[in-house]
């Protein structure tokens, strides 16, 4: 997702050293400045001060998600804060970060940023651009472990409080599992789940609706340990000093996209890389069965303006390596940080605090990371906000939601796109020009430990 950003990320950062000199020290540092209740009050005084603006840059579309709703209830408890919403409106996350950083080399007012995973996040801070906000936790008396599920600590410090919280889980056409005489699988392996995929092929009138569809995205070339494993979830270990392509996690995934390409119950490989498949149109149009991706999708399956629901989707957690493997899946999401050269930190702080919290329970459309939610009502409340939300099996998801055990990996290193790249070369070779596994782990193992060594 990443490939070949990382040396643009160096350029940006000589940019910035060269807008200002040291960002964290710029404005306002966290440690001088009480907090702000996220719960109510306003972080800049009386209601008789002039109101301060805030800029929130994200990619989301305002009223398609809700933001409109968010702001306007954050205005109302902080009446001397505005919050002005920044974004393309296209739901597109890799051009919204090309964009930040211009902004942030070209000296821009920015305050709250946001971010859809850890990687972007994590080279963001290690260029300087994220203010540390453990001491604004500290003057609330905040213990992060009890207030969130997703943990956005980078080295024990804290840069940024986690949005929505995603989860790996299966999504599935219920028509399609009746017709294929399949029950609704409460605990299973990833080789139950590819028996499934088999069962629920279809090919009629010489099209074929596949049981099954893997994206495009890196991650689907290593699943299994993405999805699984909270220790070593990535291409490097856990201390980013040596490749970690050869393990059990890493062949299986790779046996399981071949087993899925040789049985033709998996949407072949070629298709989805020359014609650049999309898995909403894939399984929305119903030529898959069944995907397992993470839990932001869960509303579109109630329908959307652009994407009516046609059918009911129920679901099941994530499959497992093992048969006595807990269920247990890796939790991520999106992550707000408050920019380190930010004229309006304790501001930014009391958005992203609320937003955190109460916030994004308003906004409906997600899973909070928030520990202290009611989650039946945040599932009726999201279901409620769709267009035909009995077209959501509301039993099987909360099952889900209540049996899976959400872990947090640690973070890839900030060069992770690089590793990724090579990774997806060795794959392509496999999948489209016969090379076996055996070859595939050891030419990927060795590249990215030549990475790795040269960034020592």
């Known amino acids: 997702m990443f490939a070949k950003k990382w040396n643009r990320f160096l350029v940006v950062s ?9 960002c964290s020290a710029a404005g306002q540092k966290a440690s001088d400045s009480p907090a702000a209740s996220p719960n109510g009050g306003s972080a800049s005084g ?6 301060v603006t805030i800029k929130l840059h994200t990619w989301y579309p305002k009223k398609a998600d809700n933001w409109d709703i968010v702001i306007a209830e954050f205005e109302k408890k902080h009446p001397n804060i505005k919050v002005e919403f920044v974004s393309a409106e296209d739901n597109n996350s890799n051009e919204f970060y090309k964009k930040l950083d211009l902004a942030a080399a070209s000296g821009e007012d920015l305050d709250v940023m946001m971010f859809s995973n850890m990687t972007a996040f994590n080279q963001r801070v290690e260029l300087g651009m994220l203010e540390q906000i453990d001491s604004f936790l500290q003057t609330e008396a905040v213990v992060f472990e009890d207030e969130y599920i997703f943990d956005t600590r980078i080295g024990g410090k ?38 499934y995929a088999k069962a629920m092929t279809k090919t009629e009138g010489g099209k074929t609706r596949y049981g099954t569809y893997f994206h495009s995205w890196p991650m689907f070339a290593y699943f299994v340990q993405a999805y699984n494993q909270a220790a070593g979830a990535n291409l490097s270990t856990d201390d980013g000093t040596k490749a970690n392509v050869g393990n059990p996690f890493v062949r299986k995934s790779l046996e399981l996209r071949l087993q899925g390409e040789k049985e ?42 652009q994407v009516p629901a046609t ?31 930010s004229k309006h930190k304790e501001e930014a702080y009391a958005f992203i605090r609320w937003f955190s919290t109460e916030g ?3 906004q409906g459309k997600n899973f909070p990371s928030w520990k202290k939610v009611n989650m ?29 055990k959400q872990t947090t990996p640690a973070v890839a290193v900030p060069f992770h796109a690089e590793l990724e790249k090579v990774f997806i070369e060795e794959f392509d070779k496999m999948m489209l020009s016969g090379q076996d596994i055996d070859t595939t782990v050891k030419t ?10 040269s960034k020592k």
């Open 360 to 362: 994004i329970v308003i």
């Open 311 to 341: 059918f009911k989707t129920v679901f099941a957690p994530v499959p497992k390596f093992a048969k006595e493997d807990p269920i247990s899946g890796n939790a991520g999401g999106d992550i707000l940080g408050i920019y380190s050269k």
């Open 14 to 22: 000589a940019l910035i050293a060269l807008v200002g000199t040291g």
């Open 376 to 404: 039946n009502e945040v599932v009726d409340k999201m279901i409620a906000g769709t267009k035909t939300p009995e077209m959501i099996d509301k039993e099987s998801l909360l099952y889900v939601l209540e049996n899976t």
């Open 264 to 305: 033709g119950s998996a949407t072949p490989y070629s298709e989805v890389v020359s014609q650049k498949l999309n898995y909403r149109p894939q399984y929305f149009n119903q030529d898959t069965s069944m995907i397992a991706v993470h839990s932001f999708l869960v509303p579109e399956t109630g329908g959307t303006e």
């Open 444 to 453: 990927a193992q060795e590249r990215i430990q030549k990475i790795i060594d």
């Open 158 to 195: 804290t840069y940024g409080l986690p949005g929505k919280s995603t989860m790996p889980m299966v999504f599935i056409n219920e028509s399609h599992l009746k017709e294929a005489g399949l029950e609704l699988p409460k605990d299973w392996t990833w080789d139950e789940y590819m028996q």
């Open 46 to 51: 009386s209601a008789a001060a002039d109101p």
